[in-house]
Each structure stands twice: as structure tokens, then as C-alpha cells.
């Protein structure tokens, strides 16, 4: 399966170059893999480039998810980090996955001077 990097993602969604879009489209047509750095930075564009709200993340998000042609790593560590991030999105989504991620690799607690993420069950604040 092919991978994509963060530029076609970003196309795909935002759709505002129709070159780039059929393109993108194209290449994706039977199958594109997603890791979940490209996942990160697509979302970080989404939000400093794009200026996109949390709730229009999180439905991008979730349209990646649900679409047949896209495989994204971890599809269960993407959908649990998305699940915190709607509940507290003043974290980032980054910070969401970051979490997830440590926890499938069984490397919890996850250490952070940050209380807000402190607050997900795993991490653990350090003072």
C-alpha cells in the first residue's frame, strides 16, 4: 500500500487547489497508508495554517477515519485519542495521540508537566 505524506492529506481535505486535489485523489484510488507523524502534522496545519476550529479538526479527523480508501496507523489509538480530544480540545490533538500511542505500547504513565493532560487517565503530572 502507498503512504502519503501531510501535503496530500491537507488537499484532500481542504480541497482549494483542483490540480492537487485530482491528483491526490488519484494516487490515493486503491488504498494509502497514514502514519501518524503525517496524521499530527496535517491536524497542525489544519489548525495554524488553515485555522481551522477543533470541532472542523475533529470532523476531518473522523472523515479519515470512515474513508475507503485511507488506512490510518493505529486506527483504534487514532479513534481514542480523538475521543479525548473532543472532550477537551484545548489540549491538541497532538498531545491526545501522544497519550494514546504510549498506552498501546504499554508505556504508561506518561509524564508531563502539563495539568490539563494530567487529567487523562495514564498521565501523571510532575511537579
Known amino acids: 500500500m ?3 505524506d501531510t501535503n496530500i492529506l491537507v488537499r484532500l481535505i481542504v480541497r482549494d487547489d483542483v490540480a492537487q486535489v485530482g491528483a491526490a485523489e488519484k494516487f490515493i484510488a486503491g488504498g494509502a497508508w497514514v502514519s501518524h507523524l503525517v496524521l499530527a ?10 485555522e481551522r476550529s ?10 479519515l477515519l470512515n474513508h475507503n480508501e485511507i488506512t490510518l496507523q493505529d486506527a483504534e489509538v487514532v479513534t ?3 475521543e479525548h480530544f473532543r472532550k477537551r480540545p484545548a489540549l491538541g ?6 497519550v494514546e500511542i504510549a498506552r ?24
Open 41 to 50: 502534522e496535517t491536524v497542525w496545519v489544519l489548525d495554524a495554517v488553515y
Open 104 to 127: 498501546k505500547a504499554g508505556h504508561v504513565p506518561l509524564g508531563t508537566f502539563d495539568g490539563d493532560l494530567a487529567k487523562i487517565e495514564g498521565v501523571q503530572r510532575l511537579k
Open 93 to 98: 490533538f497532538s498531545d491526545c495521540l501522544v
Open 2 to 4: 502507498r503512504a502519503v
Open 54 to 63: 477543533a470541532r472542523q479538526i475533529s470532523t476531518a479527523v473522523e472523515m
Open 80 to 82: 481514542s485519542a480523538l
